[in-house]
């Protein structure tokens, strides 16, 4: 009998101390949409391919809408679909954020008529119109890491390098660079110099070119920093087809298979990486359990998504507001680590 | 049967189809007739649309001006500019339709004072115009403006209609106005059917061809200034591509690309469509590239179909006689 | 005067030129930045040359019969898209089946261009402005806008860019390259001392001329777009060669570029004049003037603000100094021309009757 009592007075404390920890209900019907920041990269294709996994995991009747702009008409063109999804009624939109807080007043439309606003991998700068940021890492530790990274290969005698980044209005990525130069002050990186940061659009035509006035404008720099995987990608091959493999090197964040050849050249000795799988079928099961009343866009909720885990919900300590769910780890690829990685 | 003489014109063509495109895309989406979807879909095109009045006026003199675009970009680029420098808004939205204005006599003075064709010099507008605009901004984006300059582009101020929209139709009623009703607008008719015999019937040829450009480049400006104020923000290369659209919606209402002809409510007939097949097409989740392309193939149908009739025209009359 | 009047056509004196503004361009900026003269600079210009050149030819011949064709930026993309997806898909393939293709590809997407031209009598202008948009919207639809990226690729084809088939001195001439200057020596040739090269001429300068004659105006024209598809074809190869990575972006704004190497170039805009060479020599200038700016740290947008004043002073210089030096040239011939009565006499100032 007290066996009883006790349980059913845990029950009940536990009921009381807000419901049992987000209870994500497979089976629901909701409209989703993921919005990358436009098409044509594969980092989010691989995100499409973890959110279709987290779908079929919770068995949503309603397929998933994958939808986005081309990179020349990418803040319109996010712009026009998010407005598109909010007149079509969805149940929420995924959104690897692209325009900056251009997106606001679109977003703020959408929450206004209940639709759930997620962003993942790059968010609303100022979180207005947005419920919750699905962050991969931790925006100042990647700065820690490229700093790092950067240490590593160029050596004690440290010198001059660049930063060949995406969009200038990737919140990610101008997080990122902001991340590292506030990194680099600490005297361990005394020796190492930022000359100068280009913008390569995700686009490899202008990347390649971007890279390759980097070192007609300064050429003794050493080392090409590209937080983005088309840009790094564009780099390397620039260097390989200018014979400048060893006095240029590249790194950054990109995708292994991509980098295979160009890390056991030696070009690209370090990069780092996370899982856009994983992003992808976090941000699903953000968005579903959001859609679906399981949890609650509030600091504290917590839940559990699928075969990745328990997460909480904080608030984002690299934004001035705003609430996010850390992903969590990345990986720093090299010539021991990078076939293993690539085959998968 | 006048009535089907009517319909059997281009314009009731033009307005089949757009019953047709209409109803295809309420079938698709109930939300589709509601206000709120009405007022986006002109609000997502509202800045080439207001271009393609004056288009029409430049087409059917018999010219065409393929800079309008990149003018709209560097309009837009200079007013952030200046706002980030610290000019205050009223004088930078001034500053930037003047550019407008300046770029577009630029072009005018080529093709109407130096004879050459427009075709060449907007083609090198369109490039010149956007590159003018990246140096001034490089790769960055400008936003922050205040919030009543926002205001005039996103938010619904007349009733549920933004000013963007006012503008279009006071923009609209002027055209028409001047185009159908005016000596100026018979004028242009003139000048497209046959510019020679214009110039010696004492037609200041250049100065009309003159004007027509300087006010293309105006209300380029003008859109271009609207756009950024829709987006909250401006980058270098803001609005590229729109000509393919705007030359589109004049040509689709009717107005012959050689000039001479075509009718104001054709273009507004043909903007309708436009607008609600590139609406319908992103309910439908079709988007970017696959939306332009339709536009793309229109344009050609709106000028081989007219050219098919009046063979086939010929051709029949041939067998009857 | 004479002399030279009788052996040397304006179109030509424009080309020569040109060829000395480009010597002259280099000698500048060969005094005003370090490390000009290297093989590094060459090999630059020399990318950026061979793919707006090998386009540029087939502008150039749709230039002369007074079309444009603004769909080659789409064109060259669409080939370099999908003869990658094709080759990654099978690494095995012949290299040379692979160009091959390219090249069809191009001919056909060029082909359709050249039946609305030429029989359905649409103006180029508006044919190519929608078939810019119908082919690049094909290429985001049917590849899913997924990207061809270099891992996949062969080995061969990557390293292409990379091949050197002679070196001279510092400048090293590479695989690529050499493709480029073939195909700008062909074509010269072909449009001098073919017929058909002939008659694309003369259907430029004066097209009712033409009909009357009895060329075969429409097969021409047909013939121009095809051939400016097919070379986009090949071009879009080079592109994947080069890059390795292509996205459905690639040869975006490419359109522009060529045109504008083509009328700087001196091939006149109302048709009938300009040669391949020309075309390619606009090529060369533009390249060195991109090259120079950046390394000049001047912004490297000017660049396309220049661009646009160079085609405008291009199309202007045409239209004001050809036209003179064809009148001055015309009136030469008439003088020297055997058997014929002397001209009336000239009341303009500077000609004076022998």
Known sequence: MSKYLLVTAALAIGMASGGLAGDVTPGKGVDMVLLPKF???????????????AEKELENPKPLKYLGPTPENSVAGQIEIVTNATTQGVGAIMISNNSGDQIVPAAKAAQAKGIKVVTWDSPIPSAEGEDVFVAQVDFTEIGKVMADMALSIMGANGGKFAILSASPDAANQNAWIAAMKEALKDPKYAKLQLVDIVYGDDQQEKSYNQANALVDKHPDIKLIMAPTSVGIVAAAKAMQDGGLGDKVKISGLGLPSEMLAYTKSGIAPEFALWSFTDLGYLAYY??????????????????????????????????AKGLRILMGPFTVYNKDNIEAAAAK | MIALGRLKSWEGLLLAILVVVVAMNVMRSPYYLGIDNVVNLFQLSIEKIIVALTMTMIIVSGEIDLSVASIMGLAAVLLGCLFKAGIPMPAAILIALLSGLAAGLFNGFWVAQAGLPSLAVTLAGLIGYRGLARVFIQDHSIGGFPVWFN???????????????????????????????????????????????ARYAGVRVKLIKLCLFGASGLVAALAGILYGARLGSVRGDIATGFELDIITMVLLGGVS???????IIGVGLSILVILNLRNGMGLANITGDTQTSVVGALLILSVLVPNLMHTLKTKWKERKT | ??????????????????????????????????????????????????????????????????????????????????????????????????????????????????????????????????????????????????????????????????????????????????IALSMVVIFQIGTTYLRAGRCIYAIGSNPDAALLIGLPFRRLVFLVFVISGALSGLAGFVMLARFGNITVEAGRGLELEVVAAVVVGGVNIFGGSGSVVGATLGAVMLGILEQSLLRLQISEFWRDALLGLLILLAVASDAVILQRLRTLWGRAELKVAPGMPPPVPETEKGVTNP
């Open chain 1, 39 to 53: 098409l044509g990269i594969k980092v989010f294709d691989q995100a499409h391919q973890g959110a279709l996994e």
């Open chain 1, 286 to 319: 953000t968005a579903y359990a959001l859609a679906t009343g399981a949890i609650k866009a509030e600091e504290g909720a917590t839940f559990k998504a699928g075969r990745m885990g328990e997460y909480k919900i904080t608030k984002d300590p690299t934004r």
């Open chain 2, 151 to 197: 205001t005039i582009g996103q938010q619904r101020t007349v009733g549920p209609l933004t000013i963007s929209i006012m503008i279009f139709f006071i923009l609209f009623v002027i055209v028409a106005v001047t185009l159908h009703g005016s000596g100026l607008g018979r004028l242009v008719y003139a000048i497209g059917n046959n510019t020679q015999a």
């Open chain 2, 257 to 263: 690309i050689f000039g001479g002809s075509g009718n």
């Open chain 3, 1 to 178: 005067m004479n002399w030279l009047q009788r052996r040397v056509r304006p179109e030509q004196i424009r080309e020569l030129s040109l060829l000395l503004l480009i010597i002259l361009a280099v000698t500048i900026f060969g005094s005003l930045i370090p490390y000009y003269y290297t093989s590094r600079t060459f090999d630059r210009i020399a990318e950026s040359v061979t793919i707006i050149g090998i386009v540029g030819i087939g502008q150039t011949l749709v230039v002369l019969t007074r079309n444009i064709d603004l769909s080659v930026g789409s064109i060259v993309g669409f080939t370099a898209y999908f003869i990658g997806a094709l080759i990654a898909g099978n690494n095995g393939i012949n290299p040379l089946a692979a160009i091959l293709l390219a090249i069809a590809m191009g001919a056909v997407m060029g082909a359709i261009n050249g039946v609305l031209v030429a029989w359905a009598r649409v103006p180029s202008i508006i044919v190519t402005l929608g078939t810019l948009a119908i082919y690049r919207g094909m290429l985001v639809d049917l590849s899913g806008a997924r990207t061809v990226t270099s891992d996949s690729l062969p080995g061969w084809l990557l390293n292409l860019a990379r091949v050197n088939l002679l070196t001279i001195g510092m400048v090293r001439i590479g695989a690529l390259f050499t």
